[in-house]
């Protein structure tokens, strides 16, 4: 038990850290999911911004929330990125 | 040594659970695209290809079906066709903002689409254009650009520039290297990238709500829209046909470029 829970994950765990931020990003702007199966009450920032661009046209408050958003993610990913390393995913992407 | 066994197991039972988790929705629409009743109910009461034939008369479908296979080739083309020579010059050559440029035409992967998609049709607004199928095609390229160009620098990182240097030290210019040493040796990652382009623009929703117009809509923008306005099972089906195509393009493609590959791996 002490070598899983000590020294096992280690090498693993830049990926499982990048895997979560990861999963993190694509969740946040996820239209689909909360529009189909969620409820009333369950809308999530990108049906706030697909019902103002396209519902009522109110382009200037969607790009408002859009920049928000983006500002949001690239802060989280630059934070994240500093301590753990996101760039792990592209590394390993790109060097197969 | 007992405990270890009963480790696997719950490992085993876990990994069942997460493929079922994953594919059991999959299975239940593919099923239910076969039920005759109008409503769903398990088990089945009978078996019926009545919402196939319903949905080949149905002419929107067959036009968003028409748009889809388009837009999805023209996309995997374009992609593909920036996507190479960008692979090429981030990985053979040294030039300056090199590691910048890269970020920047992969960060798409990491932008919410719902971002690209008001991003874009702001700037066609900017640029007073209407919204039509080259818009389409534009946003589709930006969101596949980053596969292609990921998949494709894999493989030129495992090819070794001793053959391309042999070629040219054998009097080839740099052309001929290119046509005869380093797009066959390259030729299954683009055929690769260009799958991938494929699938993600045949299977893309959410940015394609932003950019479609009445007369480019795709298959899955159609299903969405028939599914707000009420549940068909004539959408199980065509839900049916596209898993069946999503899942049997990639199969046979691998094939293929397994076949391919098989001829002139060096």
Aim: glycine share 6%; net charge positive; hydrophobic share 55%.
């Amino acid at each position: 038990m002490a070598g899983i829970s000590g020294s096992y994950p280690a090498p693993s765990l830049p990926g499982v850290s990048a895997g979560c931020l990861l999963v993190f990003v694509l969740t946040c702007g996820t239209y689909l999911p909360p529009m189909i199966l969620g409820g009333p009450n369950n809308e999530m920032i990108a049906n706030l911004i697909f019902k103002r661009v396209i519902g009522t046209l109110d382009w200037p408050f969607g790009s408002a929330i859009s920049v928000i958003l983006l500002l949001l993610l690239v802060i989280i990913v630059y934070t994240y990125n500093r301590y753990m390393g996101i760039n792990q995913i592209f590394k390993s992407l790109s060097k197969g | 040594m007992k405990n270890l066994i009963s480790g696997w197991t719950l490992i085993k039972l876990y990994t069942i659970l997460v493929y079922a988790w994953m594919f059991a929705p999959i299975v239940a629409v593919v099923i239910l695209a076969f039920n005759p009743q109008q409503f769903g109910t398990f088990p089945l009461e009978g078996f019926s290809f009545k919402w196939f034939v319903k949905l080949s008369q149905n002419s929107t479908i067959l036009e968003a079906f028409k748009n889809s296979l388009v837009l999805g080739s023209l996309t995997a083309i374009f992609s593909t066709a920036i996507g190479v020579p960008a692979a090429l010059a981030f990985i053979r050559y040294e030039f300056k903002g090199k590691e910048f440029l890269n970020t920047i035409l992969i960060a798409p992967i990491m932008i919410p689409e719902v971002i690209l998609g008001v991003a874009l049709l702001l700037f066609i607004r900017w640029l007073q254009q209407p919204k039509s199928f080259v818009l389409l095609l534009i946003g589709h390229v930006v969101l596949t650009l980053p596969y292609v160009l990921l998949i494709v620098q894999a493989r030129l990182v495992g090819i070794k520039r001793e053959y391309e240097e042999a070629a040219l030290s054998l009097g080839a210019n740099p052309f001929q290297t290119f046509k005869e040493i380093t797009f066959p040796l390259l030729a299954p990652a683009i055929f690769a990238g260009m799958l991938f382009a494929f699938t993600i623009s045949f299977d893309d929703v959410t940015a394609t709500l932003f950019w479609a117009t009445a007369q480019n809509q795709t298959v899955p923008v159609q299903i969405f829209s028939m599914l707000r306005t009420s549940i068909s099972p004539e959408i199980n089906a065509l839900g049916a046909v596209m898993i069946v195509l999503t899942i049997s393009i990639p199969l046979a493609a691998g094939y293929v470029a397994r076949r391919f590959a098989r001829g002139n791996t060096p």
